[in-house]
């Protein structure tokens, strides 16, 4: 049973569409009930708990697009100068744009001049393997 400040008996309402889960409100009358606060101080303690969690949330993912980001630039430089994915993750590792394209540029004269990115194949090309493989060009 639950018990007020003062040791009184206090009853807990609940909404009656939801018998489980008791509104915020009706929480912020309990919690008021047990201590000294007021129910409108247990409410912006809600609120402000609320909030802090919302602007961790906020900050953890700012932090994961930040890192998709990173990963997304060290692609596309290491494609670039023409850096093998195996290269790429070993050896680029800066933590920002500029860092990747000074460890790439440096790289690429170390290791030689940087290869240009690997061409996709046309539409002629593909057409032919196609047909050298079934023996005919596709059938659309």
Known sequence: MNTDAQGQPVTIETNSSDA??????????????RT?????????????????DAEARI???????????????RIRIANDFGITPEDRDILLTG????????????????????????RRPTRERQHRAIGSIFGSGPSW
Request: hydrophobic share 45%; proline share 6%; charged share 30%.
């Open 95 to 118: 933590k920002d744009e500029e860092m990747l394209v000074m460890q790439a540029r440096r790289m690429s004269e170390l290791f030689g001049s940087a290869k240009p990115a690997a």
């Open 20 to 33: 489980d889960r008791p509104t915020p409100t009706l929480v912020a009358k309990a919690v008021a009930a």
């Open 59 to 73: 900050a953890e993912l700012q932090s994961l697009l930040d890192a998709e980001r990173l990963e997304t630039a």
């Open 36 to 52: 000294d606060h007021t129910p409108e101080d247990t409410v912006d303690l809600l609120e402000s708990t609320a909030a802090s």
